[in-house]
């Protein structure tokens, strides 16, 4: 389950802008203070903080690459979720008389149920379009498997294949949108930064360089990682996979079908 903080990148962000920059102000004011650094430590004191900022930074392109990579995923499964379901929708043309009419009004109300999907926030209605969007597959797939007995022939394998091509794209989506980055690597990523924004307060000197980091570096951080959040937050964030090709499908589609 993931964290509500790693759902709400505006909750990160607020907690993130907080903590870092306390983090440099303790290295700044106490660690400073209490135990200061020696001339003679200095040079073994900048390779350390060079090492620790740098393991930050390739942690944070490293996770900026799996965010935008499963958000590329997702954009892309939704793209494959509207061509299943819009060939389908003519292949059940073969099916003939009513049948071929119940089934493409199903997949119309299918596709509503998907859109829905890509723009809900809330979890319960969440749960009530996934519900929706099971009974929706159970009856489609009625339709075609009981036309499919009644005349087994090439034809109706065609339309059948299509049917679980819509399904197993569900599946796919479904799939892509829980997959997100793990929560250790989201821990060891605090954990560094907290220490970054601490040895980089500890090592100012002079009052100017002092503020200077106690500022710049905690809002880059943050900033850095409040992006990497949004992108891989599918419903919490500002960037979103907007479900541009159901929604150009649904207006091609007759209003009675």
Known sequence: MTPLILQRPALLFIVLIVALPLAAALGANVLHKYFPLAEEARENYKIVQGATLTLLALLIGFTLSMAVSRYDQRKNLEEEEANAIGTEYLRAELLGG???AQTQALLARYLQARIHFYVARDASAL???????????????????????????????????????????????????????????WALMFVIAIFSNLMQGYGAQGQVGRRVLLLVLPITVTLSLTLIADIDSPRGGLIRVAPLNLMSLAQSMPANP
């Not at 087994?152 to 799939?175: R, S």
């Open 98 to 100: 009513e049948v071929a």
């Open 127 to 185: 749960e009530q379009i996934n519900r929706d969007t099971g009974e929706l597959q159970t009856q489609l797939w009625a339709s075609v498997r009981d036309a499919a007995k009644a005349q087994p022939n090439p034809v109706m394998a065609l339309v059948v294949a299509g049917m679980n091509d819509v399904i197993n794209t569900q599946g796919y989506t479904q799939a892509a949108w829980i997959n997100r980055i793990p929560v250790a690597a």
